[in-house]
């Protein structure tokens, strides 16, 4: 597009003289894929508008909050009523015990509930608990999952298990992360390993059990029972990093999906985000009550938050939440990205392309490799230059995935039979362009 008449170009240059890199969070940038990112203009239901006017199929919904696709009638009218009524007090509400029960009422693991902002907030909250719970330092952490930005979880492994892992961003002394073990996602000998050598150190394991930030990849069932096992039998807390699974991939979360294959499998702590504040700042995480009864005031686990529990982000949430767990809700979610998956796989088969593709609930993930992988190192063989001609022919054809990789998609409610066939039919044509 011409650079005098294209108000995304125009909104980003304006954007990188003042944010850096003109942008609030670093995906957003385009960086892995080249080009200029979309500036939004607005959202209703399953599409956005950038600032140009062109219309997208939006497969991020915020990154996962949007599972009601955007502007939701009942939740908007849950917000405008609650924004009526004051927009922050710190002093408690009703609205909060609401969600904390809705939240506990899908997740028999959570017996007690604390909200935060973020879910950088919630997962550095989890793992001070389970310090504070537990008396130790060492925690356990895979390579490629992202458990937000907190220092002690910015690192990657070292050369081996009796290394300590190196800090991934600048600004973390490697002293922050000396407790924080890396191990390899579903390496079922080195979790035994690190427990065999380390066990009465670690205070907890945190994982994402569907990866979604290596694109989707399920911790195998052997190795999810492995790490509870292991945390079971040496007084470690097992946390499950929910952010993006949690009321996402069904309503009872990623926990449940593992229950079915391991009877009574629950997590001690999980973290939450995302969908349970519906767009809104909100995440939490909950546990135990003997577990959450150690955070202040009443135990000497500190934790707090000037907006935690915000009334306005909470009437989001509790509304997303109510809409979600009607029982018909998610069979059709699941129904409509089985269908956006097969036929993103059907299209690339008929092109001939390497593609494997999983989903779960209403977030998925697709590769440009012949195989589904089990890991980071497997994931990063996936084919780069491609993938970013794969973004931009579905941009230009009005499909907005995300733009890099690592990341998983989403769908929402709000996207149509009719969407997806479109969105399957650009891919079409897109993937015969790649050969
Ligand atoms: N955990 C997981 C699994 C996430 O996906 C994310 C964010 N994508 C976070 C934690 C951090 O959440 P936030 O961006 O709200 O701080």
Same mark, same amino acid.
């Given at each position: 597009?011409?650079?005098?008449?294209?108000?995304?170009?125009?909104?980003?240059?304006?954007?990188?003289?003042?944010?850096?890199?003109?942008?609030?969070?670093?995906?957003?940038?385009?960086?892995?894929?080249?080009?200029?990112?979309?500036?939004?203009?607005?959202?209703?239901?399953?599409?956005?508008?950038?600032?140009?006017?062109?219309?997208?199929?939006?497969?991020?919904?915020?990154?996962?909050?949007m599972i009601l696709g955007h502007?939701?009638?009942?939740?908007?009218?849950?917000?405008?009523?609650?924004?009526?009524?004051?927009?922050?007090?710190?002093?408690?509400?009703?609205?909060?015990?609401?969600?904390?029960?809705?939240?506990?009422?899908?997740?028999?693991?959570?017996?007690?509930?604390?909200?935060?902002?973020?879910?950088?907030?919630?997962?550095?909250?989890?793992?001070?608990?389970?310090?504070?719970?537990?008396?130790?330092?060492?925690?356990?952490?895979?390579?490629?999952?992202?458990?937000?930005?907190?220092?002690?979880?910015?690192?990657?492994?070292?050369?081996?298990?009796?290394?300590?892992?190196?800090?991934?961003?600048?600004?973390?002394?490697?002293?922050? +992360?000396?407790?924080?073990?890396?191990?390899?996602?579903?390496n079922i000998a080195q979790i035994?390993?690190?427990?065999?050598?380390?066990?009465?150190?670690?205070?907890?394991?945190?994982?994402?059990?569907?990866?979604?930030?290596?694109?989707?990849?399920?911790?195998?069932?052997?190795?999810?029972?492995?790490?509870?096992?292991?945390?079971?039998?040496?007084?470690?807390?097992?946390?499950?990093?929910?952010?993006?699974?949690?009321?996402?991939?069904?309503?009872?979360?990623?926990?449940?999906?593992?229950?079915?294959?391991?009877?009574?499998?629950?997590?001690?702590?999980?973290?939450?985000?995302?969908?349970?504040?519906?767009?809104?700042?909100?995440?939490?995480?909950?546990?135990?009550?003997?577990?959450?009864?150690?955070?202040?005031?009443?135990?000497?686990?500190?934790?707090?938050?000037?907006?935690?529990?915000?009334?306005?982000?909470?009437?989001?949430?509790?509304?997303?939440?109510?809409?979600?767990?009607?029982?018909?809700?998610?069979?059709?979610?699941?129904?409509?990205?089985?269908?956006?998956?097969?036929?993103?796989?059907?299209?690339?088969?008929?092109?001939?392309?390497?593609?494997?593709?999983?989903?779960?609930?209403?977030?998925?993930?697709?590769?440009?490799?012949?195989?589904?992988?089990?890991?980071?190192?497997?994931?990063?063989?996936?084919?780069?230059?491609?993938?970013?001609?794969?973004?931009?022919?579905?941009?230009?054809?009005?499909?907005?995935?995300?733009?890099?990789?690592?990341?998983?998609?989403?769908?929402?409610?709000?996207?149509?039979?009719?969407?997806?066939?479109?969105?399957?039919?650009?891919?079409?044509? +897109?993937?015969?362009?790649?050969?």
């Amino acid at each position: 597009m011409n650079p005098t008449t294209d108000r995304n170009q125009q909104l980003f240059d304006r954007a990188r003289a003042l944010i850096p890199g003109g942008v609030n969070s670093p995906v957003r940038a385009f960086r892995a894929v080249g080009g200029t990112p979309r500036f939004v203009q607005r959202a209703q239901g399953a599409y956005f508008w950038d600032a140009n006017g062109a219309r997208y199929i939006d497969y991020i919904g915020s990154w996962g909050p949007m599972i009601l696709g955007h502007g939701h009638p009942r939740v908007l009218e849950a917000v405008q009523r609650a924004v009526m009524e004051g927009f922050s007090y710190g002093a408690p509400t009703e609205r909060e015990i609401e969600l904390a029960e809705e939240i506990a009422k899908h997740l028999p693991s959570v017996e007690m509930v604390r909200l935060v902002s973020s879910g950088t907030e919630a997962a550095m909250s989890a793992i001070r608990l389970a310090r504070g719970a537990t008396g130790r330092s060492r925690i356990v952490k895979f390579e490629g999952c992202y458990h937000g930005h907190a220092d002690a979880l910015l690192v990657k492994a070292g050369s081996g298990l009796a290394t300590f892992g190196h800090p991934t961003s600048a600004g973390v002394p490697p002293e922050v +992360v000396q407790h924080t073990m890396v191990l390899e996602y579903n390496n079922i000998a080195q979790i035994e390993e690190a427990f065999a050598t380390h066990g009465k150190e670690i205070a907890c394991i945190i994982i994402e059990p569907i990866a979604g930030n290596m694109n989707f990849v399920r911790a195998s069932v052997p190795f999810m029972k492995r790490c509870r096992e292991l945390c079971t039998q040496h007084g470690a807390l097992l946390v499950l990093d929910e952010v993006m699974t949690g009321f996402r991939v069904a309503l009872g979360s990623a926990q449940s999906v593992y229950a079915k294959s391991l009877p009574g499998f629950q997590p001690d702590l999980t973290v939450l985000g995302k969908v349970i504040g519906g767009g809104m700042p909100l995440a939490a995480f909950g546990g135990p009550r003997a577990i959450m009864e150690r955070l202040a005031p009443l135990g000497p686990v500190y934790q707090a938050g000037t907006l935690s529990g915000n009334p306005v982000a909470t009437a989001c949430g509790l509304a997303t939440l109510k809409e979600i767990a009607d029982p018909a809700f998610f069979p059709a979610l699941a129904q409509k990205t089985r269908t956006l998956v097969d036929g993103l796989k059907g299209a690339a088969a008929e092109a001939g392309i390497p593609f494997a593709a999983d989903c779960e609930g209403g977030m998925f993930g697709f590769f440009l490799l012949p195989e589904l992988p089990r890991n980071y190192p497997s994931v990063m063989q996936s084919d780069s230059p491609r993938f970013g001609r794969l973004f931009h022919g579905l941009l230009d054809r009005g499909v907005y995935i995300a733009p890099a990789l690592y990341e998983a998609g989403f769908v929402s409610a709000a996207h149509s039979e009719d969407d997806i066939a479109q969105t399957v039919q650009a891919a079409r044509e +897109v993937f015969k362009t790649l050969g």
